[in-house]
């Protein structure tokens, strides 16, 4: 699926008899020879807003202890809407994301990890694009976060929209291996307490206040635990919500997987130092 506009890696050399710099492109082993020290790509939205820049934003290099290469995604969501687009794109712009890894793995990374967890819907159609590992949602982890829980306990996903990730029959938890038997409850933010809503949706906008919607988040955690008590552990679909993780430990008491714990985890899997 891609348009052919993939920037392939090329290596300079010298032409023996006129001493010329040749560009030439690298194939097979060669390739392999050479990178700039990025083991994992991460796909991030092309529209930036505010509260990327904040430590523990997954889309924030700072964010980790070691080098990440980025590529933007232009147009990341399907022209025709997410909810009532295509159904072979699943709401994404398919295409686009493809694109986007596909120049990661030309550029050298050994693993690449979605910049939104809703892409959980596209799982397979980029990985078989792909010879490298693609990741491309917290909901991925869901099946052995469950195995690590006492019986009786459920995974709580917190997620920008419950709607959203329910929609076309559920295909982003069928993607992400979440079995119907598998206890979890999901509480999209867009569906959180209308007060929580609002100040939720100034996330994306210069109204932003990383403390009100910290705020919200938290609120609307401790108000999904006190609905479900058995609840034993929090998931955070969105890539937005790392930065208020240790808010959410720190006033239910729960574990909480982010998408950052994914990109460590998805590190130490293909660091070689």
């Given at each position: 699926?891609?348009?052919?506009?993939?920037?392939?890696?090329?290596?300079?050399?010298?032409?023996?008899?006129?001493?010329?710099?040749?560009?030439?492109?690298?194939?097979?082993?060669?390739?392999?020879?050479?990178?700039?020290?990025?083991?994992?790509?991460?796909?991030?939205?092309?529209?930036?807003?505010?509260?990327?820049?904040?430590?523990?934003?997954?889309?924030?290099?700072?964010?980790?202890?070691?080098?990440?290469?980025?590529?933007f995604v232009d147009d990341p969501v399907d022209p025709q809407g997410f909810i009532d687009g295509r159904d072979e794109w699943r709401g994404w712009n398919l295409p686009n994301w493809i694109n986007a890894a596909k120049q990661l793995q030309e550029d050298g990374v050994k693993a690449i990890v979605g910049g939104c967890g809703l892409t959980g819907a596209i799982q397979s159609l980029i990985s078989r694009e792909l010879d490298i590992p693609f990741y491309s949602s917290t909901v991925m982890f869901a099946p052995l976060l469950h195995k690590s829980m006492a019986k009786g306990k459920r995974i709580g996903i917190l997620t920008v929209s419950e709607e959203q990730l329910r929609v076309r029959d559920n295909i982003l938890l069928k993607e992400c291996g979440v079995t119907d038997d598998m206890p979890i409850v999901v509480r999209g933010m867009n569906e959180a307490a209308e007060a929580d809503k609002q100040v939720w949706l100034?996330?994306?906008?210069?109204?932003?206040?990383?403390?009100?919607?910290?705020?919200?988040?938290?609120?609307?955690?401790?108000?999904?635990?006190?609905?479900y008590p058995d609840l034993g552990m929090f998931l955070l679909e969105c890539t937005e919500m790392p930065v208020y993780s240790e808010a959410i430990r720190n006033a239910?008491?729960?574990?909480?997987?982010?998408?950052?714990?994914?990109v460590n985890m998805v590190q130490s899997t293909v660091c070689k130092d």
């Open positions: 699926m891609s348009n052919g506009l993939i920037k392939k890696r090329s290596r300079i050399s010298l032409d023996p008899i006129n001493n010329e710099p040749i560009i030439t492109e690298m194939t097979g082993a060669d390739k392999r020879k050479y990178d700039f020290g990025e083991d994992i790509g991460l796909l991030v939205f092309r529209p930036w807003y505010n509260c990327i820049s904040y430590p523990k934003h997954f889309a924030y290099a700072k964010s980790y202890d070691f080098p990440v290469r980025i590529a100034t996330m994306t906008t210069d109204a932003y206040d990383k403390s009100a919607v910290e705020k919200a988040v938290v609120n609307t955690a401790v108000n999904l635990q006190n609905e239910t008491g729960l574990p909480v997987f982010d998408a950052l714990d994914m």
